[in-house]
């Protein structure tokens, strides 16, 4: 068994606008403040940030947000920058989600810009990667997931990625009900870590949470948490109630 705290995050995408989110995260409060040996995350959207953030303070849950931009401040309409999400309260950003990469063209340049903005700033990444079905059929899944591991972690060092989080979300389990087999996401995490060893040592390799994320929920998450290297997961769908997203945090 690892000694690595599991993290369970919700991402509740572009749903909710505040009164929603409000009640969502007053009831997950309730259900889920005795909860003690898993960390909990939501990412709610922008316009909520605050209001959520008020209602989490000083709580075991955690506020994320779904996206950064990696520029300080300036003229950058509609963008929002990492001292923006800190006056909300947030710990936790996702960067690099498949969403963005697929529907907003997001490149591991940029990704890499947006990771070394959220580290310099004291927030936690949760660095996205996954394959999409066609890379997968076309047997490319390990050569895809180390080319958005390579870029997006370019010009690191070890110790600049002690708090990063890692997300395996394989493209084609994001929003459709089906899940990776555990073998697959299995695989896929070794690989990560193995990548990440290579890249910055065996020490980080060890202590890297490394989530999995694709069509997670109370019925499957128990299975997929048994797996050596699955240290968590990012969950969509499951999240947007608070009753099921807490039977997902209470797995075990
Ligand atoms: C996600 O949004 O990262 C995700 C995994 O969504 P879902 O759980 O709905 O597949």
Redo the contacts with the bound molecule.
């Keep these: 068994m690892n000694k690595r705290t599991p993290l369970i995050a919700g991402?509740w995408?572009m749903y909710k606008g505040c009164r929603q989110a409000v009640e969502t995260a007053k009831t997950l409060l309730e259900l889920a403040s005795e909860v003690k040996d898993v960390d909990i995350m939501i990412a709610p959207s922008f316009t909520s940030l605050y209001l959520v953030g008020n209602i989490l303070k000083n709580s075991n849950i955690k506020l994320g947000a779904q996206n950064i931009c990696y520029q300080k401040e300036g003229a950058f309409t509609g963008e929002i920058s990492t001292s923006m999400l800190l006056s909300c309260g947030c710990r936790y950003v996702i960067v690099g989600?498949?969403?963005r990469r697929e529907i907003f063209k997001e490149i591991d340049e940029n990704i890499n810009k947006k990771i070394n903005a959220v580290i310099n700033s004291g927030l936690i990444p949760v660095l996205?990667v996954g394959e999409t079905e066609d890379q997968r059929d076309a047997g490319d899944t390990f050569k895809i997931l180390d080319k958005q591991m390579e870029l997006g972690l370019k010009d690191f060092f070890a110790e600049d990625l002690k708090n990063l989080v890692i997300?395996y979300?394989p493209v084609w389990?994001?929003?459709?009900g089906k899940t990776a087999t555990d073998e697959q996401a299995q695989e896929s995490h070794k690989f990560i870590r193995e990548k990440i060893e290579a890249q910055f040592g065996k020490s980080l390799a060890e202590t890297i949470r490394i989530l999995y994320?694709?069509?997670?929920?109370p019925a499957n998450i128990k299975q997929i948490m048994n797996m050596p290297d699955i240290d968590g997961a990012?969950?969509?769908?499951?999240?947007l109630d608070a009753t099921t997203f807490s039977e997902v945090i209470k797995y075990k």
Aim: charged share 15%.
């Design positions: 991402n995408k989600h498949s969403e996205c997300a979300e389990a994001i929003g459709t994320g694709g069509s997670v929920k990012l969950v969509g769908g499951a999240s």
